[in-house]
């Protein structure tokens, strides 16, 4: 139903996406809604332009029918709704702006959510639903154009059906079966992807940009996988046990002058038991050395193993074999080209691949290259084990995590020669996904390391991972494309490789360091931070600025390794941080976003990672007061040019942990003075000693007896004071250039207008 809705935008996209609407009043009737909240329903929305709620506020206080009741305000002024009905000729915000570049996503005071449709439920068993995600677009904040700041972009993580429970293993292309709102597919008839698709248009009707997470890899035997085979490098698992097997005896001899060759005969027999994956029990301390001695010295056989299948001529065999699996058992008698919904038996394909041994190759460590080294199968022969290894030869399997994903098949490794074919098939697959979800820029996941050298030798790709010729290619076709498609690198400024992402890439945006550095992300540090940014671009060829996210937080801050996530520094410490990522801007060659996930506007601790791993609603807290100020800030720097538009200048920065700085526009006469105690309540450090490392927790303290004196070009006027709903100025009786403080508690901050 509506397939054409969500093509090409016509006259008709607005009839049908009105016969959805009228069905959907119709289940939730607005003759359900008293008069009284009728009204303040659109009073609220008249005031803010969006319902100043956190996600947890609007879940469990509002109906299905006053949610879309308020909505329509926001459509209304977007000038897209009228009279109960949709009128529109484009569905983006940026196109029906006419917007020409991807600048839009780079503005100082723009906001990017992160956002899991998954998570954005009440029940913490089940996954959200369309409605629940209606009330994250009425709950997100609107814009300012007048200061050129588009309303809060909609990040969306991986919404398709998923691997091992991981939102970047993807099983298709698909929406997930998970999200479906059972209830809109009976009486509308929008399945599961059209409910996602209108959820989108409906979003960007609201004035909301809508970015994706797009993956330079995918689930190991994703419908992806199996029906362009060719787009995956692959192990014929069988074949490598048994020429492994063939040469434990030979390479037992090496140790024949050290052990009998009665130990070199049991140990060989064991040791081709574990190749396969079978059980042999505990080995004596001598038996055990020996094993490990004979595992050293297989170690360059599995490496040349290894490499010679994933050589080009033995790929182009093996990806016949794959294909002749698959269509048997797809019953695809001709042989024609499947697509996605061809394949209605996805694990019986992928158990018959198995069953002779056809593995995708996986991806490996952040710092390893070359390919994966097979080395045994695991206990049980569940699946296949591999080594990695770094440029240098050193062993970094440790650092994997990734052998569960199949990396597309960009480069033969061997020679460095590009694959083309896979190439083409990459671009023209994000290509059409965008066109099929009209989404307004991608964030590309996992390419972090790709110009370091664990990826690139003179140039040549090394690795597994995407080379920057693909990314290249990629971002230029989507730009060429959609003029206003802004793109999003996952780079967090390893060795900085500015120009790398942004000239070669074609980069927008690039991902920053700031959750794995958020401890030393000082207001000074920040600055500097702006500095290096505006230097940048100030010398950069490129037209088009780079800018840098500026991370409140993200999908990484929760996890284990990083363990960097704003509500451990306590409330106050997480709402300064807020705060000085809002008022510091970099001026006009520096110009940042703020990135923050959901859950993070009401004081969520933790639980981001746990809906990535799962499809269920995420826990949230509902530290209501938090989110007043939260969303007082984000409010104020919106519509500040001084702030927007403006450079913050760090007048002093004290050990003891207090700041001064000062936001200046040029040929405006008000200026913004910030004074606070940079430290947080509690925060973790990760320190270094001896060759040592561990991480420490510190508590925060106050300082005292501070005070500030300005030229007397300047006199400060007023402070701002929240009143409980937003930062409203209070004018001195007598203006000063001079403010004395007896005491900051941590994170505390206080600013005021300056007048020159």
């Known amino acids: 139903m509506l397939d054409f809705l969500f093509k090409k935008e016509t006259v008709s996209s ?20 008293s008069d009284e909240r009728k009204e303040y329903l659109k009073t609220t929305m008249s005031k803010f332009g969006y319902l100043p709620y956190p996600q947890v506020k609007a879940l469990e206080e509002l109906s ?123 009486k509308t008839g929008l399945n599961v992807d059209e409910q996602v698709k209108t959820f989108i248009q409906m979003t960007q009707l609201a004035g909301h940009p809508v970015i994706y997470d797009i993956l330079p890899q995918t689930g190991r035997f994703s419908k992806i996988v199996l029906t362009n085979p060719d787009c995956a490098r692959w192990f014929d698992i069988n074949a490598l046990i048994e020429e492994l097997s063939k040469n434990v005896d030979k390479v037992a001899q090496e140790l024949k002058d050290k052990y009998s060759q009665d130990d070199l005969a049991i140990v060989s027999g064991i040791y081709k038991k574990s190749i396969k994956g079978e059980s042999y029990g505990d080995l004596s301390e001598h038996y055990q050395n020996i094993f ?14 290894s490499n010679s299948m994933l050589e080009k001529s033995i790929q182009d065999r ?28 996805q694990g019986e394909i992928i158990q018959a ?114 080379p920057r010729k693909v990314l290249g290619m990629l971002n230029s076709a989507m730009k060429e494309k959609v003029p206003y498609f802004a793109t999003l690198a996952e780079y967090m400024l390893w060795d900085n490789f500015y120009k790398e992402y942004h000239e070669d890439m074609n980069f927008d945006v690039l991902w920053g360091n700031d959750i794995v550095s958020q401890s030393y ?62 008022f510091l801007p970099g001026g006009r060659n520096a110009q940042r976003p703020v990135m923050y996930i959901d859950g993070d506007e009401s004081f969520t601790k933790t639980g981001m990672e746990s ?5 269920v609603s995420m826990p949230r807290a509902k530290d209501y007061d938090f989110f007043a100020k939260f969303d007082a800030i984000d409010r104020f720097v919106k519509n500040c040019p001084v702030i927007t538009d403006g450079e913050a200048h760090i007048i002093r920065q004290d050990e003891d942990g207090f700041v001064v700085w000062q936001i200046q526009k040029e040929g405006l006469k008000n200026s913004i003075l910030v004074v606070a105690n940079y430290q947080s309540p509690t925060e973790k450090f990760r320190v270094e000693e ?53 005491k900051l508690m941590p994170a505390e901050f206080k600013f005021f207008t300056v007048i020159k």
């Open 318 to 345: 093996l990806h016949k074999k794959a294909k002749s699996i698959i269509n048997a058992v797809a019953g695809n008698k001709h042989n024609k080209k499947m697509s996605e919904n061809d394949v209605k038996n």
């Open 521 to 582: 992300k000082t207001p000074e540090a920040i600055a500097e931070d702006n500095l290096t940014l505006a230097n940048y671009n100030s010398t950069s060829k490129k037209l088009t600025p780079l800018s840098i996210l500026k991370t409140y937080n993200n999908q990484d801050g929760e996890f284990e390794a990083i363990d960097r996530y704003p509500a451990q520094l306590g409330e106050q410490g997480a709402l300064f941080k807020w705060f000085k990522y809002k």
């Open 292 to 305: 490990n001695e004979l595992d050293e010295l297989l170690k360059e056989t599995k490496i040349f193993l």
């Open 690 to 742: 001896n060759g040592n490392s561990w991480t420490e927790t510190r508590e925060g303290r106050e300082v005292f007896d501070k005070t500030i004196e300005l030229s007397c070009d300047y006199s400060i006027v007023s402070e701002f004071r929240f009143d409980g709903t937003d930062y409203i100025e209070e004018k001195f009786v007598a203006a000063t250039n001079s403010l004395s403080f007896g």
């Open 64 to 186: 299905n029918a006053e949610v879309l009741f308020a909505l329509e305000s926001k459509w209304e002024a977007n000038g897209v709704f009228k009279d109960g009905n949709f009128e529109f000729s484009k569905s983006s915000i940026l196109a029906r702006n006419n917007v020409k570049n991807s600048s839009w996503l780079q503005k100082e005071g723009h906001d990017i959510k992160l956002t899991n449709l998954a998570g954005l439920g009440k029940d913490n068993t089940q996954a959200g639903k369309f409605m629940d995600w209606m009330r994250q677009l009425l709950i997100l904040p609107t814009g300012n154009l007048d200061n050129n700041v588009f309303s809060t972009t909609m990040y969306l993580i991986p919404f398709h059906p998923r691997e091992f429970g991981c939102a970047y293993l993807p099983t298709a292309s698909c929406v997930s079966p998970n999200l479906v709102d059972k209830n809109i597919l009976e």
């Open 353 to 466: 691949l198995i069953k002779e041994g056809m593995w995708p190759a996986p991806g490996g460590a952040w710092c390893s290259a070359g390919v994966p080294i097979f080395d045994k199968m695991s206990e049980g022969a569940s699946y296949p084990t591999f080594k990695h290894y770094k440029f240098d030869g050193e062993d970094v399997t440790h650092f994997a995590n990734l052998d569960c994903q199949t990396p597309y098949y960009f480069v033969c490794l061997e020679n460095g020669k590009y694959n083309n074919d896979v190439i083409k098939f990459f671009i023209d697959y994000m290509k059409n996904l965008q066109e099929e979800f009209n989404f307004d820029g991608f964030r590309v996941d996992h390419i972090d390391h790709i110009v370091d050298e664990v990826s690139e030798k003179d140039g040549v790709p090394i690795s597994y991972r995407a």
């Open 611 to 615: 809906v990535i791993g799962n499809e």
């Open 14 to 33: 607005c009839e049908n996406l009105n016969s959805f609407y009228s069905k959907l009043k119709e289940m939730y009737s607005f003759d359900s809604i």
